[in-house]
């Protein structure tokens, strides 16, 4: 009875800026760690940055600097601002979330996916 659902994908060139949104809604006890992967054609899906609900976050390298998540537990959302894009950052975007039911069992929820891409 939970799900995420993702927002702001789309097409943009170098340089350009996104968005990402991921909002998580149901029978929500609480929610843990949020956070986001890609997967490009051909490519495993790797781990672009977490927001744990300690406040600490992380990202891979490779968008060090140029992506910045963050939160509002308020509405379970967790936002990827994605600046400084490059052709690379080509990828389906998958949100991620560790939620405590109201039954106390936590699970790993994903949402369904949005594309970006970045070309000129």
């Known amino acids: 009875q939970v799900q995420l659902v993702e927002s702001g994908g789309g097409l943009v060139q170098p340089g350009g800026s996104l968005r990402l949104s991921c909002a998580a809604s149901g029978n929500i006890f609480s929610v843990n760690d949020m956070g986001w992967y890609r997967q490009a054609p051909g490519k495993q899906r790797e781990l672009v940055a977490t927001y744990a609900s300690g406040g600490i976050t992380n990202y891979v390298d490779s968008v060090k600097g140029r992506f910045t998540i963050s939160r509002d537990n308020a509405k379970n959302t967790v936002y990827l601002q994605m600046n400084s894009l490059k052709p690379e950052d080509t990828a389906v975007y998958y949100c991620?979330?560790?939620?405590?039911?109201?039954?106390?069992?936590?699970?790993?929820?994903w949402g369904q996916g949005t594309q970006v891409t970045v070309s000129s």
């Open positions: 991620n979330a560790h939620i405590v039911a109201f039954t106390r069992q936590m699970f790993a929820y």
